[in-house]
């Protein structure tokens, strides 16, 4: 009689434990593929295409606070050229007509520049958002690892305590690549919300890009690598979901749990700290 209630209560626990075990190691990685996969979808948009109520409403501010006082920049920035360029020719005294033509054509540039900012920004988006797209049809984002397979076999070799243990191991790795998630989406969104505020105030330095004078010209050139560095940005993040993903496949559980659980951990944060870092990286390769 009372071997019959210790079976009873060997199997309860056992299949408690069997059952914690089985349902963080089929359910660990969907919150972190579900991010990884939705990483193409997120920096394979535009501005625009991203949240077209933000958009617009950085781009009503760009054209009702910051175009006025690019009007006034663009101004000074010509003004500024013409004197330049009529002093540099010995006071005055070499002038030829070439330069007249040479200066209104730039002139006419800067204008355009100014009055089609977010066009050409959005232009050199939709060249980082095919890059990203492309990217995301080659790179396979799907990280989760089979191991129903393995549950018996863990059952029929553990005692409780390493169940216990095991059990144990499995819940906290399963919370760390939750909080993993939430940092990606951080990483995600802090992203597009730099994209925004950089792009708000665009006709500025836009204003500046065609001015010969150095001191006045960087401003404009470095805004303009600044916008490829965003840009291919996400391109990068995409390189990083492909190593991840490839890694991930790449581990067998069945040979050691405990040190396959160590891997992901560790490879998740790498993801992480690599996601986060493709900003400085894009911005070095572009010297923004």
């Known amino acids: 009689m009372f071997d019959g209630i210790f079976e009873?209560?060997?199997?309860?626990i056992r299949g408690l434990l069997i059952g914690i075990i089985r349902f963080n190691l089929t359910t660990m990685f969907d919150d972190i593929n579900e991010k990884t996969a939705g990483i193409a979808a997120q920096v394979g948009k535009t501005p625009q295409a991203w949240n077209s109520s933000i958009f617009s409403l950085i781009r009503n501010l760009s054209d009702s606070v910051i175009m006025p006082i690019a009007g006034m920049v663009i101004t000074f920035v010509l003004c500024y050229e013409l004197i330049s360029m009529l002093t540099t020719k010995n006071n005055m005294n070499e002038i030829d007509t070439w330069m007249f033509f040479k200066y209104f054509f730039k002139m006419w540039v800067a204008v355009y520049l100014v009055s089609h900012t977010f066009t050409i920004t959005m232009a050199v988006f939709d060249v980082g958002q095919h890059l990203a797209s492309a990217a995301g049809g080659v790179i396979s984002s799907q990280t989760a690892v089979n191991v129903d397979f393995m549950v018996d076999e863990i059952a029929e070799s553990k005692g409780y305590a390493e169940l216990a243990v095991l059990a144990m191991e499995t819940m906290l790795v399963s919370l760390y690549m939750k909080i993993m998630s939430v940092l990606i989406v951080v990483i995600l969104y802090g992203r597009m919300v730099g994209l925004y505020l950089y792009t708000s105030v665009a006709p500025i330095p836009f204003a500046t890009i065609t001015m010969s004078n150095l001191d006045w010209g960087r401003i404009g050139n470095g805004y303009f690598r600044g916008l490829l560095a965003f840009a291919f940005q996400g391109f990068f993040m995409m390189v990083c979901v492909g190593i991840?993903?490839?890694?991930?496949?790449?581990?067998?559980?069945?040979?050691?749990i405990h040190l396959a659980l160590f891997e992901v951990s560790a490879y998740t944060l790498i993801l992480c700290t690599w996601l986060k870092r493709t900003e400085g990286l894009s911005r070095s390769i572009f010297n923004a």
């Open 8 to 12: 009873a209560i060997d199997e309860w």
């Open 244 to 256: 991840y993903a490839v890694l991930v496949s790449n581990i067998h559980v069945s040979d050691n």
